[in-house]
Structure formats: structure tokens, C-alpha cells
């Protein structure tokens, strides 16, 4: 299972997709960019489009990412993870649970879960990994929970086995912070897919989270 090797082996940048924050590019050309800067784990995470157009754009990314050798996830949309055939798919605490979901895509699909307490962590039995926050204050999601700051990822850190995503606000001023508080792998939106530079910003938050 390609995500929890990625998760436990190297301190990693997972990258959600969202094309208002892209600076007016298409969604291939991020992907292609992101892609080509050795990022290893992509999440489509588009909540205003057609199904159908969904459906076409994760057709793609699943193209891409697989000649890239990387890992796609596809975010909420359990049909359309499935039918493009992707690695994995992320839920959130309100969409189905673990278990139904795992009932649906079988046992070889990567099932990621949204966490922002001990309990909800407690209770992620089923699921391959967990997102773990938001850590800082983010304007990404519009349905967005309190920050839950470092001490619930401490927590994580020193009581869950699983492998967890550090998500929320996260930048390239303060990563390398949440990398010291022991995520091995984060996530970022709004910090890559509108960087004037992706390749650039890539280099420089791998240098952030080493450091």
C-alpha cells in the first residue's frame, strides 16, 4: 500500500488541489508541475464542479500521477475514486463512516480521515491514515474547524499508531515547526498551488522541514 510506506519513510509534502487558489492555471499544468518537483502524494479537492467534470479531471490526474509514480487521492467523492481507478480517497468526520466506506471500495483503496480531536483519533479504526488538524488558521475550507494548534498534534504523535497528515495553514514560514512537533508529512494547499514558482517553493519547504 503505496501511502503509509510514503507516510512512515520520508518527511513528505502532500498536496490538495484547488483551482481558485492556482493564479488562473489549469489544473494539468499545476498537477504537471507539482508532479515534476517529486511530489508524491496529490489529493483532488475541487467541491464547486459537475460530477462529470470531476470525474474527467481526476481521469487525468490518475494519469499523471501514475506515470509519476505518485499517489492520488481523491477527496470526499467515494464514486469518483473509484472510478478513476485512484489510490485512495479522503472523509471527513460528516461523510460516511470508516467502515461503510471500506464496505464500498474494497481492502485495497487507501481510506484517509479528517481528525481535530484525541476522540476522533480514538475512534479512526478502519481508516490507513488521518489528517491531523487544522493546525494554524486556515481560509481554504469553508466549512472550517478551530485550529487545533500543536497540542493536539503532540498528542497524535505520542498516542496513534497510524500515520497522520498535518493539515491547516500550514506555510513555508512555519513548517518547519510542525515538522519539529513530529509530522512526517504535511499538507498544503493555498502555499504551492498558487506559488508564482512551484518548483521553487518545493525546494524551499523540503529545506524548512529538514532544517
Request: hydrophobic share 45%; with cysteine; aromatic share 4%.
Amino acid at each position: 500500500n503505496a501511502m503509509p510506506k510514503i507516510l512512515h519513510g520520508q518527511t513528505d509534502i502532500y498536496v490538495l488541489t484547488d483551482l481558485r487558489l492556482s493564479r488562473g492555471r489549469q489544473l494539468e499544468e499545476v498537477a504537471d508541475k507539482l508532479l515534476s518537483s517529486g511530489i508524491h502524494i496529490l489529493q483532488y479537492r475541487e467541491k464547486r464542479l459537475p460530477a462529470g467534470k470531476m470525474l474527467e479531471e481526476c481521469r487525468m490526474l490518475r494519469e499523471m500521477t501514475r506515470k509519476a509514480n505518485a499517489c492520488f487521492i481523491v477527496n470526499d467523492h467515494i464514486d469518483i475514486a473509484m472510478l478513476a481507478g485512484a489510490d485512495g480517497v479522503h472523509i471527513g468526520q460528516d461523510d460516511l463512516p470508516v467502515e461503510e466506506v471500506r464496505r464500498l471500495v474494497g481492502p485495497d483503496i487507501i481510506i484517509g480521515l479528517s481528525t481535530h480531536s484525541p476522540e476522533q483519533a480514538r475512534a479512526a479504526a478502519g481508516a490507513d491514515y488521518i489528517g491531523v488538524g487544522p493546525i494554524f488558521a486556515t481560509q481554504t475550507k469553508e466549512d472550517v474547524v478551530d485550529p487545533v494548534g500543536f497540542e493536539y498534534l503532540d498528542w497524535v504523535v505520542a498516542n496513534i499508531d497510524l500515520p497522520f497528515v498535518a493539515i491547516g495553514g500550514i506555510k513555508e514560514h512555519n513548517i518547519g515547526e510542525v515538522a519539529a512537533h513530529g509530522a512526517k508529512c504535511c499538507a498544503l494547499v493555498s502555499e504551492l498551488v498558487g506559488a508564482p514558482d512551484i518548483a521553487e517553493k518545493v525546494r524551499k519547504l523540503r529545506k524548512a522541514m529538514r532544517s
